[in-house]
């Protein structure tokens, strides 16, 4: 019976959020091919920024590496942060510099402040794009949140004067040619206050694009966004006055209640085309104590197979990676398709009996 409830109330859930599309509420344009989904891959930035060990330049490199050579084309690949706060992300600058960069694709780094963004200028300044290479990024991401005490324990400013800090990084980035993507942390609950009013992440999203953010990605840096509250969020944000449209969205789900891949769908059904997600589901942000790590990328290029969905990244390829680089920071790997196809290789590998059914997934 419980079951059945939880079920229907997900089915009414995803019925509302189409019904407010197909009674108009909610008609935006999205991208050109509207099957297209578009994965920002933040393995090399979200998820190594809490692992306890500090991680050399060169193997953060050979992580952007090969999460390239697997397909993904926006892979996140580090931050220009204080190295007092995350010293995991020191060391950006020789990742950028070491990591093999594939035509087309956006490499963007974090950066909080004028002086990120002056350390990452001048980076760029000494290394210019020549005829045979790409400039080392063409992107920022910039970070706020919707409640002022997540703002202050991660970048010790209010929600106001992280905007008014962003407004300068935003305008000299957009100046210098660079693309800035937009993030608003604790979208859903916040780790310090609890539940976060919706109208409040839609005024914050809003005035990152008026800055002139190209997306904004709603952060659920706690992971436990359900369906019902995401639902809530993004029909709040999208809806309106002053709706946000869903082009202009992305979903940042951190999967510690596991909801994200559910998550993730009824972002799909309004809409929204951008997908963060994690290789092997590294991740957590060091200000938000309990969150796991993001949803695996594999995890979601799995789910999202058959569903007529055209979607960045080879599903095979990057489950080698998720092993990969879970066996080099000696950790599980948390991506439950990435295991499962592997393993399922390696029976195939060793002959297995019983595999004629699961070779044609
Ligand atoms: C914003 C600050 C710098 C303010 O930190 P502050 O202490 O107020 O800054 P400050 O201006 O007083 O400077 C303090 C020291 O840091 C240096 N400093 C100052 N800025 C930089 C810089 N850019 N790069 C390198 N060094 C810097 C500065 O030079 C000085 O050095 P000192 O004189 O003491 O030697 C700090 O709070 C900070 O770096 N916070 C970043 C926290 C962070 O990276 N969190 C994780 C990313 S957000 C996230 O994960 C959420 C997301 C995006 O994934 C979405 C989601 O899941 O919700």
Excluded at 299 to 327: K, M, Q, T
């Amino acid at each position: 019976m419980h079951h059945r409830g939880a079920a229907s109330s997900l089915l009414s859930s995803v019925k509302r959020a189409r019904d407010l599309f197909r009674t108009g509420r909610c008609t935006y344009a999205t991208s050109a091919n509207p099957n297209h989904v578009r994965i920002v891959e933040v393995g090399p930035r979200d998820g190594l920024q809490n692992e306890k060990a500090i991680i050399p330049p060169q193997l953060k490199a050979e992580l952007v590496t090969r999460l390239g050579r697997a397909g993904l084309k926006n892979i996140e690949s580090g931050s220009f942060v204080s190295p007092k706060w995350v010293p995991q992300m020191a060391g950006t600058a020789e990742v950028l510099t070491s990591m093999e960069r594939l035509e087309g694709n956006h490499y963007p780094v974090l950066v909080p402040n004028v002086k990120g963004l002056d350390m990452l200028l001048s980076l760029l300044s000494e290394h210019p794009p020549s005829p045979s290479s790409e400039p080392l990024t063409d992107e920022i991401a910039v970070f706020t949140a919707a409640t002022d005490a997540f703002s202050l324990a991660n970048t010790n400013c209010t929600i106001a004067e992280s905007l008014e800090r962003l407004q300068d990084v935003t305008g000299q980035a957009l100046s210098q040619g660079l693309r800035v993507r937009g993030y608003v942390s604790v979208v859903a609950v916040c780790p310090y206050t609890g539940k976060v009013d919706p109208l409040r992440v839609k005024a914050i999203t809003r005035a990152l694009l008026d800055m002139g953010c190209y997306e904004v990605s709603l952060g659920d840096t706690v992971g436990a966004g359900t369906p019902a509250a995401i639902t809530e969020l993004l029909t709040t944000v999208m809806g309106d006055d002053r709706g946000v449209p869903p082009s202009k969205l992305a979903v940042h789900f951190h999967d510690t209640y596991g909801t994200s891949l559910i998550n993730i769908f009824l972002a799909l059904s309004m809409g929204i085309r951008t997908i963060d997600a994690a290789v092997g589901g590294l991740g957590g942000c060091p200000y938000s104590p309990g969150a796991t790590g993001n949803v695996a990328t594999e995890d979601v290029l799995y789910a999202l197979r058959d569903s007529g969905h055209e979607v960045d990244g080879n599903l095979d390829a990057v489950a080698e990676v998720g092993a990969w680089i879970s066996a080099q920071l000696g950790r599980p790997n948390a991506s439950r398709a990435g295991k499962a196809l592997l393993a399922r290789k390696e029976r195939q590998r060793d002959g297995g009996a019983a595999e004629s059914v699961t070779a044609k997934l």
